[in-house]
């Protein structure tokens, strides 16, 4: 089992940048995909970036493509999304999850344990 627990978060004008860690408990924090979801207020959940165990593999959603970055240290157990070019539709509560079999995933369903959140709110 693994607990997580993101920071990072806060207020930030358009064109800025931010940057989300997930520290993890546990000792297998290594064997772990990982991946970042988000939810805007009235709107579900969605994915954002994933990570292989290794980090040598990672995968992001159109939206983000080439603004975010996902990468770990599994030395530290600890997951970042580095945000640049953030626009105000980056606004929403970002959410670390992670999976511990399988393969990279793009789907909420697919994981089992998530942190609390973080709030990301950039203005115009």
């Known amino acids: 089992q693994v607990q997580l627990v993101e920071s990072g978060g806060g207020l930030v004008q358009a064109g800025g940048s931010l940057r989300l860690s997930c520290a993890a408990s546990?000792?297998?924090?290594?064997?772990?995909?990982m991946a970042w979801f988000r939810q805007a207020p009235d709107k579900e959940r969605e994915f954002v970036a994933a990570?292989?165990?290794?980090?040598?593999?990672?995968y992001y959603a159109d939206s983000v493509k080439g603004r975010f970055t996902i990468f770990r240290d599994n030395a530290k157990n600890t997951v970042y999304l580095q945000m640049n070019g953030l626009k105000p539709e980056d606004t929403a509560v970002y959410y670390c999850?992670?999976?511990?079999?399988?393969?990279?995933?793009?789907?909420?369903?697919?994981?089992?344990?998530w942190g609390q959140g973080t709030q990301v709110t950039v203005s115009s």
């Open positions: 999850a992670a999976k511990l079999f399988g393969s990279i995933a793009t789907t909420e369903v697919m994981y089992k344990y």
């Open positions: 546990g000792r297998t924090f290594s064997k772990y995909f």
């Open positions: 990570i292989s165990w290794s980090g040598g593999s990672t």
